[in-house]
């Protein structure tokens, strides 16, 4: 098993650019679209960001604290390791892999290139173009990621500031020349008849588009200064994601009448928007330009995700091979290689979206729980830790958090039952994993140590 360090690199910049690519998502290209259809309210919409921008700045509090005391590589495997032991640690990996990462870019994938194919007609030309697209696109974007840090942080930094001057332009150019209407925010049903159980399940979609306010932690082991650049870093990219959202929120509202949106456009509301507010030509624009945007959020996850499996490799819970960094570049070459093929694996064969995009958002709540909870345990178990920084407002800001998440979480195994289940098995399947690759590694062990024979 490779012990080689990778080098502490990356500074404030990189680390909170990749925090705000890794938020700056699929989520806010579909999310408000599948709101619209769903609770037809505006009023309880925004009523939602706003709750989904608080509960992400309480988990980045939380992070904050995690990821300053545990400055390594691997995120939240990192905390469940060292709060929980190495089951639940390991289970955090196996998700990460499965759920966290791999379906969350094949998402990514696909919705860059459905951007990128609408504006020419070829969405529609064949059922398989699409996938095929997403899945260049993400060889694409993974082979500089692979060369080094150097590459890494110059394709993150470049691809990040252009979706944000993109979607800061947007909502600029909106207020200033679009054609919209204020009639749209009293558009829908009553708020009184949104059903709880409803808004519950659309909470998702808003924590689905807010994930990433972790990020950063994924990359500890590689940041200078990791004490103080974390938290800034965590902070700092969260709260400007969360004025950013509120913002596009306002422009979907603005542009598009809530009897537009059905199931069926969801994942076209942005370039629905712009058409209303500028054109076809200028949708058309904005459409490839998106697509080249979400770039960023494809890079982050490629960089972000293989740390975990670095870190597990590490300490014997998955392939040696994913523990090895490459020489000259000093990057988890295996581990971001696998990863992207996952996600091409999911993007050519699963057939419907909305069903990937709720299978993740189930999973990454679930675990999201365990390493917010891990705050208090570590405060408990290991009081004199040094912790550079502290969750302000400890002990409530965790138990905000963990009160809402879990109280959604129930609502989706009632009314998203199937991707639920599957998000659910998909993590159970993880334990007899982690006892099978455990036996044959005491096992080789053993034998390295001559107690029994090969």
């Avoid at 098993?1 to 690519?21: C, H, N, P, Q, W």
């Avoid at 390991?90 to 194919?117: C, E, K, N, Q, R």
């Avoid at 808004?199 to 306010?213: C, I, K, R």
């Avoid at 740390?307 to 091979?321: E, H, K, Q, T, V």
């Amino acid at each position: 098993m490779s012990k080689e360090e990778m080098r502490r690199d990356f500074g404030l910049s990189t680390t909170t650019y990749i925090v705000i690519a890794s938020m700056v998502g699929t989520g806010i290209l579909v999310s408000p679209g599948y709101m619209m259809a769903s609770l037809n309210n505006y009023a309880a919409i925004f009523g939602l960001w706003i709750l989904g921008g608080l509960l992400a700045l309480c988990g980045a509090l939380c992070v904050a604290e995690l990821a300053a005391a545990l400055p390594r590589a691997g995120g939240e495997y990192v905390y469940l390791r060292e709060a929980y032991g190495p089951m639940p640690a390991f289970l955090s990996g196996w998700t990460s892999f499965v759920i966290g990462f791999s379906a969350p870019l094949a998402v990514a994938g696909y919705i860059a290139a459905l951007y990128l194919l609408t504006p020419f007609g070829l969405d529609k030309e064949s059922g398989h173009l699409v996938q095929i697209t997403g899945a260049f696109i993400i060889v694409a974007i993974t082979l500089p990621n692979l060369i080094g840090h150097r590459q890494s942080a110059w394709t993150q930094n470049l691809t990040t500031i252009f979706k944000l001057v993109l979607f800061v332009t947007l909502v600029v150019l909106a207020f200033l020349f679009g054609e919209g209407r204020l009639a749209n925010f009293a558009q829908g049903q009553a708020i009184r008849e949104v059903k709880l159980g409803t808004a519950a399940t659309q909470l998702f979609y808003v924590m689905f588009a807010y994930t990433g306010w972790n990020a950063a932690s994924y990359i500890a082991g590689e940041v200078k200064n990791p004490g103080k650049i974390l938290p800034r870093s965590i902070l700092l990219g969260t709260g400007l994601v969360i004025v950013l959202y509120l913002a596009l929120n306002l422009v979907f509202a603005y542009a598009v009448p809530l009897g537009d949106v059905g199931f069926d456009n969801a994942e076209q509301v942005p370039r629905l928007a712009v058409e209303n507010l500028f054109g076809a030509r200028a949708s058309s624009i904005f459409s490839v330009a998106v697509g080249l945007a979400f770039l960023a959020t494809i890079s982050a996850f490629i960089i972000t995700g293989p740390r975990i499996y670095y870190a597990m490799a590490r300490d014997g819970l998955f392939p040696s091979i994913a523990g090895r960094i490459s020489k000259k570049g000093q990057v988890p070459f295996y581990a971001m290689i696998a990863q992207s093929l996952l996600a091409i694996i999911f993007i050519l064969f699963v057939k419907e979206f909305k069903n990937l995009y709720q299978y993740a958002s189930v999973g990454l709540s679930i675990f999201a729980m365990l390493f917010i909870a891990a705050v208090y345990i570590l405060r408990w178990r290991r009081p004199d830790m040094e912790r550079p920084f502290r969750v302000p407002g400890y002990p409530v800001v965790p138990a905000i958090f963990l009160a809402v998440t879990l109280f959604m979480t129930v609502f989706a195994f009632i009314q998203w039952r199937k991707p639920s289940m599957y998000s659910l098995g998909s993590i159970l399947a993880g334990i007899p994993v982690y006892y099978i690759w455990s036996f044959f590694r005491r096992r080789r062990e053993a034998v390295e140590a001559g107690d029994i024979k090969n």
